[in-house]
């Protein structure tokens, strides 16, 4: 199984920002155990503050690999470009958030990816993606 996880603006600064919210750890820390938590998974990791680099890349694995796990940060809530990157490619994808986005400010409450998403894991701090990835392995069909 080959699964792509995707972060989007200021995730790479985990471990040092807001850590009442996001943890201290940073992402790169984090990955190492996801990969050797899940050995049998061909994990790929792509971190980016540019919108047009995150489209790129759900283009360049929507075609060819089993799923994208995406954290789009901010751009959860704004970026329409996204949303139809998300819904031009066959991978299913998987929305994932650090936080739970609902008990944030209002404007953190709608997400534009999440229609055209499998589904939504928040709330769980960074093992959000540890339950994603989790899901893809119980859904393999």
Partial sequence: MKLLIINGPNLNLLGKREKNI????SFDSFFKTLKNNFREVELNYFQSNIEGELIDKIHEFGF???????NAGAY??????????????????????????????????KSIIGPVCKGCIMGFGLDSYTLA?????????
């Fill in 76 to 109: 959860t809530h704004t970026s329409v470009a996204i949303r139809d990157a998300i819904a031009g490619v066959t991978t299913p994808v998987v929305e994932v958030h650090i936080s739970n986005t609902l008990s944030r400010e209002d404007f953190r409450h």
């Fill in 22 to 25: 996001y943890g201290d750890k």
């Fill in 133 to 141: 990835i989790q899901s893809y392995l119980v859904n393999k069909d």
């Fill in 64 to 70: 060819n690999c089993d799923g994208i796990i995406i």
